[in-house]
């Protein structure tokens, strides 16, 4: 029963799926296919970067030199494209089995069969692994298949491992996103709650680079465990960040799926 | 052998709102029991408790000896529901819908198909794209397509046109045949009259009255007329139950309580020209009950339309 419901949850979100995995191909493959430009002009382009404050360059994640391919990444793709996607799709799969399907009435009809509520929501948190793995893998595979053919030179290891921690990253939102969708039970509520708090912690990341004082706002976002540029350059395992984010996304599923059994279903 | 459904004082309470205030009812195994009441009233309310999707503020409801909020896959494992509106994922067709639900139920892929040409409804077509009507199809075709010991069915018959709503009663009749339990919501009392052994009545959510649909209109007065050959005696219809409301002689209006055989064998010795005997229908006996006039009840001849009672009918 649970393969059942976890194809039917692959099966109803292979257009958002594959909407978002286009969006991410296409942008990582034009950036990628720019990165030799950017390799031969850097010179140029960082005096033309020192124009612009220490805080706007560090809300783009612009924290070194441009050449460098996990600089680079971070700032088109990282900090940038994949906290949008990784948010709308978290989002979107994380409230649709609890809140929207409550909503709508879909989930009266599943859970009035044998199929336990456990099950319900653990398929539908194995469909969330799964797509959100895909698209980080799409993330990272079209910068990597671009990169490759314009001679780039990236590192597929080291791509790859950080195609792991931006998975991760879409992991949380979606935990989170989980908990707070079968807490609530309303898809506006839970998902304008996670996107408000994904807002704070990118301010909270940002603030924290460019004002000393207030550097421990950073221990509170998201944004900061999620970094991959010192992974791409040096190939540095932030292993706390790793942590952080699985603790994270496996609590909040694991506290989904706890509370998801006792509560009141109303339509 | 425990009831099909038992309900003990059940309750809910939606914060200060009221859901439903100490329910009791038994559904016996292989009965058709109607849950008769206005959008409004609890109906819904109740069934979701019945399915484990809410739980009680009070009370117990057991499902064939089964606690449906604790046990809720073995309870699920014995019925079928069909909800008042479901929401259907409208990019899936009907057969993937069906194929869908029936193997979480344990059912063999297609064991819709005979059903839905029953039903006249073409499977192939994406849910978001049926009427209302045909939506409804999908929802009668599911709860009917298992073998499931108890039916539970929340306005079951909602858009459906008088000819689905022909074979839908006779789906009823069929799952009774083979000695499966029905309990059905509605607020369409014809329905409720044609399928229902009987029937709950439920208002601002507590049951007012349970009673077979006979006994329930079997019970109150009926109206009768008579046109007569030559007048009767003085005192001819002194009988028990049996009220003169008007006489001219010929024309004579009575109302009858309970039996009306007495009346009958009175009007053997009479010159009986004519005889219009009205009874009340479900109808007439629901409004009574929710304006709250049960007793001196007025009949009528004919057997109600098929309308709907909205919320704005109670008091």
Redesign the interface.
């Known amino acids: 029963m649970t393969a059942l419901s976890f194809r039917l949850e692959l099966r109803r979100s292979r257009i958002l799926a594959v909407g978002l995995a286009v969006v991410v191909l296409v942008y990582g493959g034009l950036i990628a296919a720019l990165y030799p430009i950017l390799l031969a002009n850097t010179a140029q382009i960082e005096d033309y970067m020192k124009l612009f404050p220490k805080g706007f360059m560090a809300a783009f994640g612009i924290t070194g030199s441009l050449a460098d391919p996990g600089i680079f990444f971070t700032t088109y793709i990282g900090s940038f494209l994949w906290p949008i996607v990784a948010a709308i799709g978290a989002i979107v799969l994380a409230t649709r089995p609890t809140a929207s399907d409550a909503e709508r009435g879909w989930a009266d009809l599943p859970l009035a069969t044998p199929l336990t509520r456990g099950r319900y929501l653990g398929a539908a948190i194995l469909g969330q692994v799964v797509v959100l793995a895909a698209l980080a893998l799409a993330t990272v595979g079209g910068v990597l298949a671009v990169g490759t053919l314009v001679g780039a030179g990236f590192d597929v290891a080291r791509f790859t491992a950080a195609g792991v921690v931006l998975w991760l990253f879409a992991c949380a939102i979606a935990g989170m996103t989980s908990l707070l969708a079968v807490i609530t039970l309303s898809r506006s509520v839970a998902a304008g709650v996670a996107a408000g708090v994904l807002i704070a912690m990118y301010l909270f990341n940002i603030v924290a680079q460019v004002q000393p004082d207030f550097a421990w706002l950073g221990d509170l976002s998201a944004f900061r465990y999620a970094g991959v540029g010192a992974l791409i350059d040096r190939g540095t395992v932030d292993w706390v960040g790793i942590g952080v984010l699985a603790i994270v996304a496996v609590a909040g599923w694991t506290a989904s799926l706890v509370l998801f059994r006792r509560r009141d279903l109303l339509p | 052998m425990p009831e099909a459904i038992e309900l003990r004082s059940l309750t809910r309470w939606?914060g200060k709102r009221r859901g439903v205030i100490d329910l009791e009812a038994d559904v016996h195994e292989g009965e058709v029991f109607g849950f008769l009441g206005p959008n409004g009233a609890g109906k819904?309310t109740t069934i979701?408790m019945l399915?484990g999707?809410?739980?009680p503020s009070g009370g117990s409801a057991r499902i064939l000896g089964l606690d449906p909020w604790t046990q809720?896959?073995?309870v699920?494992?014995r019925?079928?529901?069909l909800?008042s509106?479901?929401?259907?994922?409208g990019?899936l067709d009907a057969a993937s819908l069906l194929d869908?639900?029936g193997?979480?139920?344990?059912l063999q892929k297609g064991a819709w198909r005979s059903l839905a040409e029953r039903l006249d409804l073409d499977p192939r077509v994406p849910l978001k794209k049926l009427s209302r009507g045909n939506r409804q199809k999908v929802g009668v075709v599911?709860v009917f397509m298992g073998r499931e010991p108890l039916l539970v069915m929340d306005e079951p018959s909602t858009g459906l046109d008088p000819l689905m709503q022909r074979e839908f009663l006779a789906l009823v009749a069929e799952a009774r045949a083979d000695g499966r339990t029905v309990f059905l919501s509605s607020h369409n009392l014809p329905e409720v009259e044609r399928a229902c052994d009987r029937v709950a009545i439920i208002r601002e959510g507590r049951i007012v009255k349970i009673a077979t649909v006979a006994a329930l209109v079997g019970d109150h007065t009926r109206s009768v007329n008579l046109v007569l050959g030559r007048p009767a005696a003085e005192g001819a219809f002194a009988l028990p139950g049996v009220t003169v409301l008007s006489s001219t002689g010929q024309d004579v209006h009575v109302m009858v309580r309970g039996d009306i055989n007495p009346l009958l064998r009175c009007l053997g010795d009479l010159d009986v020209r004519d005889i219009a005997i009205s009874t009340p229908d479900v109808e007439d006996l629901f409004f009574r009950y929710y304006e709250g006039t049960v007793a001196g009840s007025e009949g009528r001849v004919v057997a109600t339309g098929g309308t709907g009672i909205h919320a704005e009918a109670a008091p």
Do not use: F, Q
């Open positions: 939606y819904t979701r399915l999707l809410i739980r809720a896959p073995a699920h494992r019925l079928a529901h909800g509106d479901p929401g259907y994922l990019d869908h639900l193997a979480l139920r344990g599911s």
